[in-house]
C-alpha cells in the first residue's frame, strides 16, 4: 500500500502562484510513476503533470510553461509549482501514484486532493 498526503492548495488571485506537495509513504518501491490530476466541477478528472522514472515529465497542454513538476527523493515528495494561474484551474488536485507490482500487477493510488481556487 501507498500512502498519499496532499498540501499546498489555497484561494489564490489571477496570475499568482501556489506550489502544492504530495508526500508518499509504504511501499513506494513499486512506484516509477506519480503525477497530478485535477477534476473541475462538471468536469472529468484530467493529467496534469506526470514523472515517470524519476526524469520523464509529461505536461497537459493547458499547462505547459506555467507547470513545473519535480521530486525530493530524500523526503519522498513530489511538487507541483503553478505559475500564471487562471480561473480556469480551479480545480480539486489529486496526487496519484502508478507502478507495478511483480511486473504485472497494477497498482494505481490517489491522495485525498487539495482543493485550488483561482479568483479575484
Known amino acids: 500500500q501507498v500512502h498519499l498526503v496532499e498540501s499546498g ?9 501556489l506550489r502544492l506537495s504530495c508526500v508518499a509513504s509504504g511501499s513506494i518501491f513499486n ?5 497530478w490530476y485535477r477534476q473541475a466541477p462538471g468536469k472529468q478528472r484530467e493529467l496534469v503533470a506526470a514523472l515517470k522514472d524519476g526524469s520523464n515529465t509529461n505536461y497537459a497542454d493547458s499547462v505547459k510553461g506555467r507547470c513545473t513538476i519535480s521530486r525530493d527523493n530524500a523526503k519522498n515528495t513530489i ?5 500564471s494561474l487562471k480561473p480556469e484551474d480551479t480545480a480539486v488536485y489529486y496526487c496519484n ?20 481556487t483561482v479568483s479575484s
Open 9 to 17: 492548495g489555497g484561494l489564490v488571485q489571477p496570475g499568482g502562484s
Open 31 to 35: 512506484i516509477n510513476v506519480m503525477g
Open 79 to 83: 511538487y507541483l509549482q503553478m505559475n
Open 97 to 116: 501514484a502508478k507502478g507495478k507490482l511483480m511486473g504485472t500487477i497494477i497498482l494505481d493510488y490517489w491522495g485525498q486532493g487539495s482543493q485550488v
